[in-house]
Nanobody, 123 residues
């Protein structure tokens, strides 16, 4: 059974930072590209950041570039999202996702999804 478990969300003031983690089990982690998506209340789910199998390939949506950093530790089966200078519009449930193979990060056709972690940014 494949599980993706996110953690690290919470309530933070604008300008603050959070580090999200997603631990994967039940799969060969290094074979999967990983990504973070988010979904705000009443909004569609949107791509945030992605990382290739060994970290050499990354991509970010424009509105987080320079503020968010995605990384992974294959020895720990974990992908991270460091979020700095958070803004109220970053408030959302953040999901990690895993895809076997090498495709564009922004696809919605990920093989596995986590349950999400809530990030709330107050103004």
């Amino acid at each position: 059974q494949v599980l993706l478990v996110e953690s690290g969300g919470g309530l933070v003031q604008a300008g603050g930072s959070l580090r999200l983690s997603c631990v994967a089990s039940g799969l060969t982690f290094s074979q999967y590209q990983m990504a973070w998506f988010r979904q705000g209340s009443g909004k569609e789910r949107e791509f945030v950041a992605g990382i290739g199998q060994f970290g050499g390939r990354t991509d970010y949506v424009d509105f987080v570039k320079g503020r968010f950093t995605i990384s992974r530790d294959n020895a720990r089966n974990t992908v991270y999202l460091q979020m700095n200078n958070l803004k109220p519009e970053d408030t959302a449930v953040y999901y990690c996702a895993a895809l076997l193979g090498v495709v564009t990060f922004t696809t919605n056709h990920y093989d596995y999804w986590g349950q999400g972690t809530q990030v709330t940014v107050s103004s």
